[in-house]
């Protein structure tokens, strides 16, 4: 059930689910989430069930403001902390280290835990809701069955998992994609998944050199969407650079068919069986369409979809990434 995230009744009747261990289809400005109080076992079971997610893989918690992430972090190194105070609320997760005996379950069982203060209206009013009713964060993955493609609005959420859902409509999201995501765990900020945050941006904020994860010999913590096969459709996702798609296309000719291409430049004397939509030349842009592109192109039945590969600049990361985890 699909209710106005804008209305004072509707995030009290969204409190009353999550405080009773319920799940709740959750607007954020990056992408929708399956929410449940981050430290309701049972609920947060409830969540892996309804996505089909190994229990072992974390989710991230999403708090109302820095003044919740000591009941979840025993430690916030310096760096992680002017990392909040640059970019919260926004697209920043943390990995910390986690208070013992706390959240586990949302933790995949691990000494660390990823947290985030999002910054899209209606999230912030349902976790200042929940802090007054006693729950301190919410965790909540992307809601979708795991490993398919993300939603981007309350109709997307309402297709995964029906009408038993109880959905908050805060309209399309802002980014598309999701959030940025930061280990602080090791001593220095380690990037485990780009977003709408940026490698410079990190490293201008928190005044530290960001490190990829395979030039440290410590093991990363366990992450949210780092998996090498994610955010996929039915379809087959090939990226390739655009001369490349627009010369395979040439050569198929009117023969070719159930195919989806979101490319920038529309191709030459498109065949009746190819459905073109156009990648947006800018970085944010192409991030916050991605997403529903591809469920589109899903829902129009297609058999493949082809990618015009995004430059390799830096803020271009979030979108090659997610593209990366489609089609491999």
Sequence with gaps: MILNGQDAASIAQAVQTLVAG???????????G???????????AGIFAAKGRPAD???IVHVAGAEQVPVFASEVPAFA??????????????ILPRREGVATASAGGQNSIGLRCPSHPVAQALLRACSAS???????????????????TAAHVQSEFGDALLILDGGACEVGIESTIVDCTR????????????????????GVSLQDPQTLTQAAPKASGTLESHYAPRAKVRVMPGDELHQRLQTLGVHANNLGVWSRAAPADLSAGVLWRAQAPQAAQAAHDLFAVLRALD?????????????????????????????A
């Design 34 to 44: 399956l929410a449940a109080d981050a430290t309701n076992e049972q609920a947060i």
């Design 134 to 152: 006693g729950l301190a964060g919410l965790s909540a993955p992307s809601a979708n069955k795991f490993g398919r493609v993300s939603p981007t």
């Design 22 to 32: 319920g799940l709740l289809g959750l607007p954020t400005e990056t992408v929708y």
């Design 57 to 59: 893989h974390p989710l």
């Design 187 to 206: 001593g220095v900020p380690v990037l485990l998944r780009p977003g709408r945050i940026t490698r410079d941006q990190i490293e201008a904020a928190c």
């Design 299 to 327: 829902a129009r039945g297609v058999m493949q979809i082809w990618v015009e590969q995004p430059p390799e600049t830096p803020e271009w990361e979030g979108v090659a990434d997610r593209l990366r985890r489609a089609a």
């Design 81 to 94: 902390q002017r990392l909040m105070d640059a970019f919260w609320p926004g697209p920043l997760t943390l």
